[in-house]
T-cell receptor, first 116, second 113 residues
């Protein structure tokens, strides 16, 4: 149990287009989802925390108008990279939890974005 | 693909040392990380070690890497109640498309007063 999926796994797009990445908890309800970004040869960076039905909380330095997050249901959160540029190329990982300390956090497999 | 394994749970008394273990399968891993997740929060990077190192110490934290056995550990000295959290190890490796980060399932550390 506790499977988190991401779609797509890889995406290549042209500069200036928008890309939507989906994160789904397949067999549990996730009140909280996290979005991370991994830069080449670097560790993961938390971008934002998303609670179902409310606005996402963005980390300092993350542009909320650039990275739109929607957590419309207890099983789905989406990250939209708007007007993507080559510097947005990265590996994006989501994770999901039920929001309480007693429940652990489950990671998706990641989405590799390449902007040409 | 890479498999990263951790024990699920660890309980220690305040003031004792905690040792959290992690094993991985891919010997081409380059960087290895330890993250901390506090209740309701996202991951916080604690420390990392490059694969050509055996040990790294940072204040109360000591990371040991045994490349032969593909074993990584995190030792927390003088563990405090504020250290209660979930600890994730993560392993970075390069594949044809770039770098891939794989996480373990997390170890829940409980510190008793």
């Amino acid at each position: 149990g506790a499977v988190v999926s991401q779609h797509p796994s890889r995406v290549i797009c042209k500069s200036g287009t928008s890309v939507k990445i989906e994160c789904r908890s397949l067999d549990f309800q996730a009140t909280t989802m996290f979005w991370y970004r991994q830069f080449p040869k670097q560790s993961l960076m938390l971008m934002a925390t998303s609670n179902e039905g409310s606005k996402a909380t963005y980390e300092q330095g993350v542009e909320k108008d650039k990275f739109l997050i929607n957590h419309a249901s207890l099983t789905l959160s989406t990250l939209t990279v708007t007007s993507a540029h080559p510097e947005d190329s990265s590996f994006y990982i989501c994770s999901a939890s039920t929001g309480s300390f007693q429940e652990t956090q489950y990671f998706g497999p990641g989405t590799r974005l390449l902007v040409l | 693909g890479e498999d990263v394994e951790q024990s699920l749970f660890l309980s220690v008394r305040e003031g004792d040392s905690s040792v959290i273990n992690c094993t991985y399968t891919d010997s081409s891993s380059t960087y290895l990380y330890w993250y901390k997740q506090e209740p309701g929060a996202g991951l916080q990077l604690l420390t990392y070690i490059f694969s050509n190192m055996d040990m790294k110490q940072d204040q109360r934290l000591t990371v040991l890497l045994n490349k032969k056995d593909k074993h990584l550990s995190l030792r927390i000295a003088d563990t405090q109640t504020g250290d209660s959290a979930i600890y994730f190890c993560a392993v970075l490796r390069a594949d044809n498309a770039g770098n891939m980060l794989t996480f373990g399932g997390g170890t829940r550390l409980m510190v008793k007063p």
